[in-house]
């Protein structure tokens, strides 16, 4: 809005109320010489006056309120790409003609958008957000009580253990479907895995991370999507069992269940993070298919050594109308041990109800002596069977033997609170009986609490 | 001249000149016949050349478009039922506009409350309300004398609107809060407010997600029959199931985090919600009102187009369409529109077989073909292509 047409409309404004304010002083109501047809005239002339009066307040009272709210600014300039038909001759043709041929051209649009300036700060913050490195923060801590329930005694008896583990998150796009990702994780404090000595751990916090109460690189990669995004790359140090042995009910140790077993499948083999490749073929038609190699030592001197190959095909399947279910099959092999062994396993979580999931694994790895075999199950619970709508609570049961005749029982329950959108609470209850070959049966009951942040 | 005579002036200028705009209007309508069917063309909004263009629904070739005035900004287009009139909603002009479809000519333009957005026609034709989401209003247009008869307000950033298949009673969804208005059609009047549900106690905890940006309810939508509506909340994360007949909330069915709306399959079946804060899509079967699938998807879905027996899911930002198999409920593949695209809403033909995407960044409308899924492109159908309708589509739906 110029200042000139304000100028103009306030000028108008102001003759219009000396014109509203004159007739009846010109005209005085009672004078005897004045024909009434005269006088409802005047009147109705009054009236309309009025309104329109009225209708012009209206109209600055607008005309203030988009000026406050109202970049001023010219209207804006666009670069608009066009498909034009052009001939031989360069000469452009409304429609396609004998001769022509579409070309793709650019050229600049004026474009009569008012934007208000939120638009115009929201659009800034927006571009700048774009070109930052994101940082994220996942913290946890965990803390667990040891209560031996069975067997000799064993020193973790009565024992409580803390955890404290903080990631920082590091993302970065560097070109389009191509981003980098970088997660520095530090812990403190001590596992009861120290004192338990079981085949999985009670805590999952600690798995594939070689150091403690130092800060370590749990992973840095980068990600490319290809093929119109079917085809997904990762590379660079990863942990291959975010993309490999996947579960929707017990993959997650911040939220779910925290002991490794009910996390992932043990025979997937996997000890360490280290430098990989991750192929994922992604059609979104219910198929995956996935390839990956890693290393898992941290020793290592090649990329030959202590390698992990790793092959999945997945299926989301809707099956009698039960819900969504996803389905995994998976095989390995590696040379860690200084020969190539294998493993194979599934992992399957179907939903029963809308609030209610099954889920179970099955892995066999073949080791020096017998193979080692492990299955787990449970069910996960949400909605409507959680106290709060995005609570979730689980019941789990594993069971792993090795060749040589270990072999390890645990079940866990777990109660996840969601506070807020940044802050979790769960507690668990965990119980495991190991029964190491050629020795004793122990167990222990685990209470803990978690209390989980991420922003 | 004197005072009076000046006022005079004035008076009489402003009847010349408003005589003058009315004859052009009536001259405009007396106009060329340029759209004989209104259900041979597709209407596209474009928002930044703030014009309504119309598109052969057979040859794909634009039959030419009405410019609204500058710094209008349309929203959404709707034809009447009867095919003669388009109307829509100026955002930044405050104004909603009617077009006579036979002549493709402005016929009025009437203001309104602050930034008109979505808007429906009763049933009958004879209303068309437009929701004044800025203005926490509805502006009820009365179609015979195309006066705005009746501002109705008391709603909380009112977006879509839902009128009962007898006409009697209309739904305005309000996204700045969560409950649905019910709106008496022949008064004209907000009767009730009808929650679809509240935040959980501990959602004290969390001021900044619950008092922040609120993201309420955008839409009511209707099942087949007319005797349910089911309104998605996208604060709280479900999908409130409304019966029209009690006017009162009878269900409600969790779904994933924040849920858009609920898209309607033609066969009356399922209803599909577009979850944007998880990226997946959750697939009710409005027999059981449960949910029976939910599947993974894509970022900003703002629309959900059905055809050939599939879903198409639009994935604003990423330029995908993610094709679902409604016989089975699992997904279906992907359909890429682009790279650097931003696709926004579509509308389906009336035989459920072709699909009509504005993309707003090229300036174009793609045609999908809902058996094939072939893509055809229609480049340049004006700037900033924000929307698409047909007359009697299932599909016809805005952001």
Redesign the interface.
Known sequence: MTYSYRRCLGRLLRQLCVGVVAVPMLCPQGQADEPPADRESILRRIEALEQRLRRLEAVEQRVEELESTTVLSEPETRVKQVEVWVDEAGVEHATQEPGTRRVVTYQRERVYRRQTINDKIEAALDDAAARTVQVGVDAAIVLQNVQQTNGSDARADGNTYQLASADLLFTAGLAKYTVFYADVVGLSGTPPDGEVEGLSLLNGYAARLREQNRLELREAWLMTELWSQRLTLVAGRLDLTNYFDGNAAANDETTQFISDALVNNPTLGLSENGAGLAAIFDPRNGFRLKAGYQQSSSTATNLSDSLFYLTEASYEWTPFDLGEGNYRIWYRTDNSSGKDQNAFGISMDQKLSSGLTLFARYGSAESESRRDHFYSGGLQFRADYAYNPEDAWGLGYSYYSLGPGDRERLAEAYYNLRISGKLQFSLILTHVSEDPAGSSKISYVVPGLRLQAGF | M???G???F??TS?LVLWGTVTAASDGALSGQVRVSDPASVVLIVN????DIAFMDIETHKLLGSVFLG????PHMASMSPDGRWVVTGGS?S?KAYIIDVPTLTLVKSIPVDFAPEHLAFSPDGRYYYQGNPAGDSVSVIDMVSMTEIKRIRGFAEPLNITFTPDGTKAYIANYGAHWVGVVDVTRHELLKKIYVGFA???AS??P??YLGDIKGISNASISNDGRYLYAADGD???VGVIDTREDRLVKK??VGEDPWRVYMSHDGKYGVVVNNGDETISII?LGRN???????AGPEMIGVNFAAGKAFVISST?G?L??YDMS???????I?IG??VQIETATTDTADEKIYLASST??SVYIIDGRTEAVERV??VG??PWGTHILDSKDNYCH
């Open positions: 004197t005072v009076t000046f006022a005079n004035v008076g402003v928002r930044d050349s703030n500058k710094n209008v900004n930044s405050n959980p106690g501990i905890l969390d900044e997600r709280l994360g479900v069915i969790r079967d449960e949910v029976v699938a939910t599947l993974e990423s995908f993610y094709v089975r409920l699992e997904p279906a593949g992907r890429k790279s650097n090229d300036h480049a340049n700037l900033y």
